[in-house]
């Protein structure tokens, strides 16, 4: 019996030992084979432009700056005296964390924040919308927002689950505009808090997934992003919502996130905040796409450049170097810090000091009266 035993894992090992063996073969092959022909992924292909131009590369922003959209999830335990470091580096003077979320998670994380750097940080709260049916919801969450309020938080956050994926207790969507929502948009105005709402996405995640799609290479390593218009809402629908819900709640400041997904087609931004006066917008993870129209980007900043607020999104010290130059300089023709979003190359703005000096912190002081004047000064 162990004799076969025996017998068995040999002829086992050899057919492992072949199958590693063919591979190998393979692999090199085709290698050849990609090597010969020229052959490689669009991932891979990264030429070296031979353009000569001048380079600016900035890792300090002219003016004291804040970022209006930041996440933070690890904000209750965080060494924040690190994350300062970073922010000096760059001239950041005041982060917005928008993922404050609730309960003990929000109460460690403006502990963290008053007891260490009281000055530099500001939170957002976070509800959860999925409890919409659910006994006394506005009237919770409205005690929820003033308390939040009286400790120290300074906004709302809302999710693009909101509008996208968020159901109730039916599995119905729920929509943006849903009226049992206006509560607590209400409230935010009468607390005179803005509302930092993400709804949608690009719209090129709700097309075919072909060669037509610009979007087609982000779809192709983020397939979770794809909004297959069989069972989404559409793009338009839930802008739609967005848009109504705005309309109706003209007392509360509403921060549009990501340029509400318009940045692609800055004539309908313009026309959405002279529509809705109660409306600012923020540069948030949509700055590849100022970066390929700066002439029109640059109008547009001009023209609105007191409804703009700086935003990044996710956190990356390199990735500000990107948004500095794009913004400061006239430089031409450099690559974007993500390939996926942005498969074109940036040109800058050279925005007017006044024009920057708003963007990056006058307009914020506006809104958030309590963050210290003394670092723009």
């Not at 190998?24 to 990609?34: K, L, M």
């Not at 087609?216 to 839930?238: C, H, M, T």
């Not at 990735?319 to 400061?328: C, D, G, M, N, Q």
Request: proline share 4%; net charge neutral.
């Amino acid at each position: 019996m162990k004799f076969f035993s025996w017998i068995n894992f040999k002829n086992f090992l050899k057919t492992i030992l072949f199958i590693i063996i063919i591979g190998i073969v393979c692999y090199f092959t085709i290698d050849t084979i990609q090597y010969k022909y020229n052959l490689m992924d669009i991932e891979e292909y990264e030429p070296v432009s031979t353009l000569v131009v001048k380079e600016n590369i900035i890792t300090k922003a002219k003016y004291p700056f804040i970022d209006v959209h930041n996440h933070q999830f690890d904000m209750p335990l965080k060494d924040l005296s690190k994350i300062i470091e970073e922010m000096d580096s760059m001239n950041m003077a005041y982060m917005v964390n928008l993922s404050g979320f609730r309960g003990i998670y929000l109460e460690k994380s403006l502990e963290n924040i008053n007891k260490h750097f009281p000055n530099r940080f500001g939170l957002f709260l976070n509800i959860d919308f999925e409890k919409i049916d659910k006994q006394n919801f506005a009237k919770n969450n409205i005690e929820l927002i003033k308390e939040a309020v009286s400790n120290g938080v300074i906004g709302l956050k809302v999710y693009k689950s909101l509008g996208l994926t968020d159901k109730d207790k039916n599995n119905n969507r729920i929509k943006v505009n849903d009226e049992r929502l206006d509560p607590i948009w209400s409230i935010c105005g009468e607390l005179n808090i803005p509302v930092l709402i993400h709804s949608a996405d690009p719209s090129s995640f709700w097309k075919p997934k072909d060669k037509f799609n610009e979007r087609w290479l982000e779809l192709r390593q983020k397939p979770g992003r794809y909004r297959d218009p069989k069972s989404n809402a559409s793009f338009e629908e839930i802008l739609s919502e967005q848009h109504a819900m705005f309309k109706k709640h003209p007392n509360t400041t509403f921060i549009n996130a990501h340029m509400g997904w318009m940045a692609n087609d800055l004539d309908r931004l313009s026309s959405h905040l002279d529509n809705n006066p109660n409306v600012v917008t923020e540069i948030g993870a949509i700055l590849a796409e100022l970066g390929r129209q700066p002439k029109r980007a640059r109008e547009f900043f001009v023209e609105y450049q007191d409804r703009i607020l700086f935003g990044k999104d996710a956190h990356k010290l390199s990735e500000y170097y990107t948004y500095f130059r794009v913004l400061e300089t006239d430089d031409e023709y450099f690559d974007y810090y993500r390939k996926r979003h942005g498969n074109w190359k940036m040109y800058g703005l050279n925005l007017p000091d006044t024009v920057l000096q708003k963007l990056y912190y006058k307009n914020a002081l506006k809104l958030f009266p309590n963050i210290s004047k003394k670092f723009f000064e």
